[in-house]
T-cell receptor, first 113, second 114 residues
Framework: AQSVSQHNHHVILSEAASLELGCNYSYGGTVNLFWYVQYPGQHLQLLLKYFSGDPLVKGIKGFEAEFIKSKFSFNLRKPSVQWSDTAEYFCAVSPHNTDKLIFGTGTRLQVFP | DVKVTQSSRYLVKRTGEKVFLECVQDMDHENMFWYRQDPGLGLRLIYFSYDVKMKEKGDIPEGYSVSREKKERFSLILESASTNQTSMYLC?????????????FGPGTRLTVL
């Protein structure tokens, strides 16, 4: 079955630290890849997405993610986090032959000033 | 801006009650989705619809049904609510037929079944 793994369940960082959240998926075909973010009390919103082309994609608020096809990974990065980045982050995969979006279990990020 | 609204932010129901969760989107999107969000489990797809009166089961449809009589509205129905259906329910919509297109989410309904 298709699945998405986010191995970091809870990450705690100080402001200005660098961030990398892991995301791996299990699907052998072509996929679209997404990172969504849910700030406290707010609805899920898109951070960035990958469809094709340059495997390094840039999103909002200084986030970026790199698609490494050989590793089935789409890790999220930010060089310097801010307190306002405190949120839950979800990786999601949409195989090309389906309408479904398969979510990972989420990573809760806490950033302390 | 796409807007997805859900009828209630918080709902408390008793076991055995019939529960309706309503979702409305204002962008003429073809596709609409219902998920439940539970700690440590992420979002799991319950049902989705790609057109009026059309529906497809997601990964966890048991105990739920849906209705899409109008393009902008997608309802989730719990025929007989049970305590294990206590959860956050999220509705989403997506335009077009490509899975590349972004899903837009509503604010969620936190349902508690006593």
């Amino acid at each position: 079955a298709q699945s998405v793994s986010q191995h970091n369940h809870h990450v705690i960082l100080s402001e200005a630290a660098s961030l990398e959240l892991g995301c791996n998926y299990s699907y052998g075909g072509t996929v679209n890849l997404f990172w969504y973010v849910q700030y406290p009390g707010q609805h899920l919103q898109l951070l960035l997405k990958y469809f094709s082309g340059d495997p390094l994609v840039k999103g909002i608020k200084g986030f970026e993610a790199e698609f490494i096809k050989s590793k089935f990974s789409f890790n999220l990065r930010k060089p310097s986090v801010q307190w306002s980045d405190t949120a839950e982050y979800f990786c999601a995969v949409s195989p090309h032959n389906t309408d479904k979006l398969i979510f990972g279990t989420g990573t809760r990020l806490q950033v302390f000033p | 801006d796409v807007k997805v609204t859900q009828s209630s932010r918080y709902l408390v129901k008793r076991t055995g009650e019939k529960v309706f969760l309503e979702c409305v989107q204002d962008m003429d999107h073809e596709n609409m989705f219902w998920y439940r969000q539970d700690p440590g489990l992420g979002l799991r797809l319950i049902y989705f619809s790609y057109d009026v009166k059309m529906k497809e089961k997601g990964d966890i449809p048991e105990g739920y049904s849906v209705s899409r009589e109008k393009k902008e509205r997608f309802s989730l129905i719990l025929e007989s609510a049970s305590t294990n259906q206590t959860s956050m329910y999220l509705c989403a919509s997506r335009g077009g037929t490509s899975g590349y297109n972004e899903q837009f989410f509503g604010p969620g309904t936190r349902l508690t079944v006593l």
